[in-house]
């Protein structure tokens, strides 16, 4: 889905660039600047043969007045190239440098709005890849290739004037070529932004790969799987490969084709010149035909300078569809400091993108303030899903979700969300310090010592005090410094901190040794009093002190009531409960057996 396809709504260059141009604008002031810069550089070149011609008419002629200044005329006009040079290129390195921080800021903090739905149905390795390598397309495209553009463009300009003020019937030969150079060029800029997208694609895939495989390394190793990651890399660079030789050889004969073209216009042009210019004087002679054939390079530094932005225009579309995806449906008006913490959900039906079966049907439950729900149940029951939507992280369709009797989607996301604390199956944690782990996001402001007393009620203090720099400890991305346990007990600091009124607990105990296990429980007893906590769990000896237990399956709820209500009941839950306690109670008998061997 990341791929870039051919669409009919795609964007053309012209809306593209005019796209680009909304960044430029707030520099008009240095554009001008670098453009006056490059219009006094390229207006050197005529004015160096003009020079040229002088010296020869002079030598040729009677008059040799004032002679003896063309060298000093010399160095003046090459100081002030110099200063052209200098204004074009610092100010439109400074523009280019501005644009891209505000491309790159502008992409990143559109990722931060985007929703969960387009995480989940996007590869991560493309979106990497536009915030690096497309960004560096467009900056070569906005840095290298505009430079070339405008100075070129300008001296190309000032040449053809010279050329036609000096003799304007002749300069008409040039006009001959514009219509084939015209169709090269459409023809050129059609298959170098295909190749482009195709380079990007490939680029995306060359990310993807090795994201996964650094993320993924000990599975990587413990399997085997390295010669088959290297493989997978090794095609995919191939492809890359391919795709950048097939633009090496597109843009490899475009100047070739340019310059038998000009050389066609050049061979005529001096073909016609002997012929008309026979009354001219041997300096218009000579400088006409040094100005005709200082032409070639200016137009090929464009026609390159052409594939560049094109190029660039290729990889800045990628972004702007970034750009145009929509973010975060937020219309809601409610805003509160803290609500009391109950949650209803009414006729809920549920259903991801693309996805023919309803993943919640028919939800209908009342938690009360303080009250503790466990949800359990075969995986893909539904538990995540429920709880997922808590945060607003899915949009659902059918049914309600009331907080406080609020309908769900009028609460003001940042509002909502700050009255809910989650702890996910899958800890994240950052690359930073263990105090900034837990002081994360809108929590950046608390005290050390709130954060110290979270770690404690987080049983987490035992192993921070132990690290090189306790607190200030930086732990490595995703916590690859810590252990499973380590790594939960710090997610479940963080969410203490927060001290929000709802606390979700997705498997949050799941990476817990037995201890651990036991003494974190014993914390989440005292953190629960007061607050409505959502409890996802497969170990049910964990939930047994729950207020209400949900059995889901299939998306609904089969079974309610609490821990003794359920074992009465004999139904679902109970075969779960005896499916569980008879694997405990076989794992005890193997202890024991091992026991007795080791002291027999």
Not at 421 to 434: G, R
Not at 435 to 442: K, L, P, V
Not at 555 to 561: C, D, H
């Amino acid at each position: 889905m990341d791929r870039l396809e051919n669409s009919n709504n795609r964007m053309t260059d012209g809306q593209v660039y005019k796209r680009l141009m909304r960044f430029v604008l707030p520099y008009w002031r240095m554009f001008i600047v670098s453009t006056i810069g490059f219009a006094i550089y390229a207006a050197t070149e005529p004015a160096v043969v003009m020079i040229i011609q002088r010296i020869i008419d002079s030598f040729n002629g009677e008059d040799r007045s004032n002679i003896q200044y063309l060298p000093l005329l010399f160095i003046v006009l090459f100081l002030v190239r110099g200063v052209g040079a200098f204004l074009g290129n610092y100010y439109l390195a400074r523009i280019s440098g501005n644009v891209i921080h505000k491309l790159r800021c502008a992409i990143f903090d559109h990722y931060t709005r985007l929703s969960v739905q387009y995480f989940d149905s996007h590869n991560s390795g493309y979106m990497i890849s536009r915030i690096t390598n497309n960004i560096g397309e467009v900056t070569r495209a906005t840095s290298d290739s505009i430079r070339s553009y405008v100075r070129e463009g300008f001296t190309a300009i000032g040449l053809l004037g010279y050329l036609g003020y000096t003799n304007w019937k002749l300069s008409l030969v040039f006009l001959a070529i514009a219509p084939v150079v015209v169709v090269i060029v459409r023809y050129v800029g059609k298959r170098l932004k295909r190749l482009s997208r195709n380079m990007q694609n490939t680029v995306g895939d060359l990310t993807h790969i090795t994201s996964e495989m650094v993320s993924a390394n000990r599975i990587v190793k413990s399997f085997g799987g390295e010669h088959y990651e290297r493989q997978r890399f090794k095609d995919c660079s191939l492809e890359n490969r391919k795709q950048y030789r097939k633009l090496i050889m597109t843009m490899s004969l475009n100047n070739p084709l340019m310059q038998l073209l000009i050389s066609f216009a050049l061979a005529g042009m001096m073909y016609l010149a002997l012929i008309i210019m026979k009354s001219s004087s041997a300096g218009e002679f000579v400088g006409f035909f040094t100005a005709a054939f200082l032409l070639p390079k200016p137009i090929r530094n464009l026609s390159d300078a052409n594939a560049e932005i094109l190029r660039g225009l290729a990889a800045a579309e990628t972004l702007f569809e970034v750009l145009d995806e929509p973010v975060e449906i937020d219309q809601g008006d409610y805003r509160t400091d803290r609500i009391q913490g109950r949650i209803e959900f009414k006729n809920l039906t549920f259903s991801y993108a693309g996805s023919e079966t309803p993943a919640l049907s028919d939800i209908n439950l009342v938690v009360e303030p303080g009250q503790t729900v466990a949800l359990v149940g075969a995986s893909g029951g539904g538990k995540s899903s429920l709880i997922n939507l808590l945060p607003r992280f899915y949009d659902y369709e059918q049914g309600e979700i009331l907080i406080d009797g609020v309908e769900l989607k009028r609460y003001r996301l940042d509002c909502l969300r700050q009255q809910i604390a989650l702890v996910n199956q899958n800890v994240t944690l950052f690359n930073t310090s263990v105090a900034n782990n837990i002081a994360y996001g809108t929590l950046q402001g608390a005290a050390r010592s709130q954060i110290e007393q979270a770690a404690t009620d987080a049983y987490a203090m035992d192993f921070i005090r132990k690290m090189p720099q306790g607190l200030d400890t930086e732990i490595g991305e995703n916590g690859v410094k810590l252990s499973g346990g380590q790594r939960q007990r710090l997610a479940l600091a963080r969410a203490l901190l927060k001290d929000a009124p709802i606390l979700v607990l997705d498997e949050a105990t799941s990476a817990l040794d037995t201890e651990s296990e036991r003494y974190i429980q014993a914390a989440l007893s005292r953190v629960m009093q007061g607050r409505t906590t959502l409890v996802v769990a497969h170990r049910l000896s964990t939930i047994e002190g729950a207020d209400v237990i949900l059995v889901m399956d299939k998306g609904r709820i089969v079974e309610r009531g609490s821990h003794d209500e359920l074992l009465k009941l004999d139904g679902a839950y109970a075969k779960l409960h005896k499916l569980q306690f008879k694997e405990a109670g076989q794992v005890s008998e193997k202890q024991e057996a091992t026991l007795e061997r080791q002291n027999g």
